[in-house]
């Protein structure tokens, strides 16, 4: 199976990967790219959330955790990253080398290209203004291990080596077909609301991700064959706004204000603390 490899800025995002989904095999973060910090992350009911703010651009931030490559298969809003088809398991993603880190930081729409991810009112998102706005507010990877032939029973010396190796910490991949073809979908291209307008979208409106301007981010082809047909793990991480993960009890609300009680108890009057 050929696929992408690209060259760009990986090798430092390393730092930037933290605990929001620690697997098996990958860490993924999601880093607020105008702070370089990590999003915090709220876990609620067995499930990973953040809060994101309508014109924040943002990236998901991953590390190869394992000593062998993996193809990560990613997802924003139920739309895949890389092709702009609805989101399936089995179709492209990027291929990472062994413990590597990058940050996909939007929708890829060429080899040499990609369109920035920001949060942005629902109407507004990619998905929506695709006509798929069902699963708008969740991100999510599955993840891959690469196919090895068996160790040869005599003289596993003599197995051949990939030819499809990565070699060097700062690459991305695609993983696509032999006859692949890197492009994805578009749309009219947005631009990230400026800070004035963050502040007039609504509180409570559902977010998603919009199709920002263009970042360079160049990708180019190697190959990668799945070892399973099914995902070796699957991390996914919901978000939506601050005010709405409170109102839903994800994320603890302030403390309420207690009145004071004219009669809390006591019979006489006690002498105060020196």
Request: proline content about 8%; hydrophobic content about 35%.
């Amino acid at each position: 199976m050929r696929t992408l490899v690209a060259a760009a800025f990986a090798a430092c995002t390393a730092a930037t990967v933290g605990q929001a989904g620690a697997g098996q095999l990958l860490d993924i973060a999601v880093v607020d790219r105008a702070t370089g910090q990590r999003i915090p992350v709220y876990r609620h009911g067995g499930k990973l959330y953040i809060a994101g703010r309508p014109g924040d651009r943002y990236a998901i931030a991953i590390a190869n955790r394992s000593p062998g490559r993996v193809l990560i298969v990613t997802s924003v809003d139920g739309v895949n990253v890389v092709t702009g088809e609805t989101a399936s398991p089995d179709q492209d993603g990027y291929v990472l080398a062994p413990y590597q880190s990058f940050e996909i930081a939007g929708w890829r729409k060429n080899l040499n290209e990609v369109a920035a991810f920001y949060f942005t009112r629902l109407p507004d998102s990619y998905a929506a203004r695709t006509d798929r706005p069902d699963h708008v507010g969740v991100i999510g990877l599955a993840v891959f291990r690469e196919w090895t032939p068996p160790r040869a029973a005599i003289a596993p010396q003599s197995m051949p080596r990939s030819s499809a190796r990565v070699e060097g910490g700062a690459r991305e991949a695609q993983a696509r077909g032999a006859d692949a073809d890197a492009s994805a979908p578009s749309s009219p291209a947005a631009q990230a609301p400026t800070t004035g307008e963050r502040d007039a979208s609504s509180r409570q409106e559902k977010i998603g991700t919009g199709h920002g301007e263009r970042e360079r981010s160049e990708v180019a082809y190697t190959n990668f064959r799945r070892a399973t047909n099914y995902p070796s793990e699957t991390i996914t991480i919901y978000y939506d706004t601050h005010a709405r993960l409170v109102a839903r009890g994800i994320i603890p609300g302030p403390t309420p204000v207690v009145d004071p009680n004219p009669f809390p108890g006591g019979r006489f009057v006690l002498d105060p603390k020196s």
